[in-house]
């Protein structure tokens, strides 16, 4: 009788230290999960080593969780045939795993050498870091949308200055363009005089392409929409960029989608929108040059890329390059419009785009335009 006493005792308490084991492990990973600023790489990398001690053989338990294609592992982590396993459910959609191993076989008890309470403790860490992942996402979402305004806001403010000053330089500028062609027709001109009056021209042509590209991201241009085929804009744009891809060894290859639906848009700024990124396309390549144009399109959606095997930008670069004004070239060789143009038209058309780059190895545009149904 004392014996079975004893033993039940001795039991009780063994269950009493997993217990605190158990709660430990759940005080522990709350704690840490109320960190501001809280990264969810470091949160699962943290997550995973307060598993193992929770367990009934700390000292032989391993754990890994998956996430987003991401692994991350307790120390000493090898995979064996004694596991436990629980899915990570996250707005009710699977989004990754959380296992726990024995390194060796151990004594069979409740879940195999797993107790009852460790599969209930699996699950109960596996609801927490979905809902920590949860929250962490939603911060995320709200940062890029706070900084979505302020970028909108500020796309706004300069917007409004362009335009008006857009306007004050366009009319002088036409004079200044008129008379020198006017002078340049003088058959009296010496070779200086011709040379000094081309300048002013060449200048000044060059001055009005500024200001149209100002007129084209303050959206000040007339628009003409109309159903148009992409695939056809291309061809009608690259017609002029070719003997300029020649001259540059740049090798063109097209991929288009033949049963492209019609889109509608202005076929001039879409015209706009193929040159100004084939352009920085040929100006960023320098060794390889490679240039790369592909059409396909859904139900709903008809898709633009635009490829180039060029020098690639760092994230600081991209997280910059539809600012107006912003530019990697040296000074003369670009105003920093270009990119600002490109996203003014493509949001214009209700589009999307989508950068993707690697430094030394190149750039791609991705375009989504809306089809237009009934």
Known sequence: ????????????????????????????????????????????????????????????TVARIKFNKKSYTSRGFKETSFRLIEKINVNRKERGTIEVYYLKKMPYVDDGPFLKEERKLLQVISRKVA?????????????????QIRHADRLATIGELAAGVAHE???????????????NKNNNLNEQDKNDVERIIKASLHSR??????????RQMPQDFTMVNLNQVIRDAMYF?????KKEKVTVSYN???????????????????????????????????????THSNLQSVFLGIEDTGVGMSEEIMRHIFNPFFTTKITGKGTGLGLSVVH???????????????????????????????
Not at 169 to 183: C, E, V
Not at 209 to 218: A, C, G, N, P
Request: aromatic share 10%; proline share 4%.
């Open 169 to 183: 330089i366009n009319n002088p500028l036409n004079s200044i363009l008129g008379f020198a062609q006017l002078i």
């Open 256 to 294: 288009l989608d033949d049963n492209l639906p019609l889109i509608f848009a202005d076929n001039l700024q879409l015209n706009q929108v193929i040159v100004n990124i084939v352009v920085n396309a040929i100006q960023a390549m320098q060794k390889k040059r490679k240039l790369t144009i592909a």
């Open 209 to 218: 392409e500024i200001i149209k590209k100002l007129m084209y991201f303050t």
């Open 241 to 245: 960029l070719e003997p300029q891809c």
């Open 131 to 147: 809902i920590d992942i949860e929250r962490i996402e939603a911060k995320e979402k709200i940062k890029i949308f706070q900084e």
């Open 1 to 60: 009788m004392k014996k079975r006493y004893r033993n039940k005792l001795v039991f009780s308490e063994k269950a009493l230290q997993e217990r605190v084991k158990e709660l430990t492990c759940l005080y522990e990973m709350s704690e840490f999960s109320q960190k501001e600023n809280l990264t969810l790489s470091e949160l699962l990398s943290y997550f995973v080593r307060l598993i193992p001690p929770a367990w009934q053989y700390p000292y032989l």
């Open 344 to 374: 003014g038209i493509v949001t214009n058309h209700k589009g999307k785009i989508n950068v993707k780059s690697k430094e030394g190895i190149g750039t791609k545009f991705e375009i989504e335009f809306p089809v237009k149904t009934n």
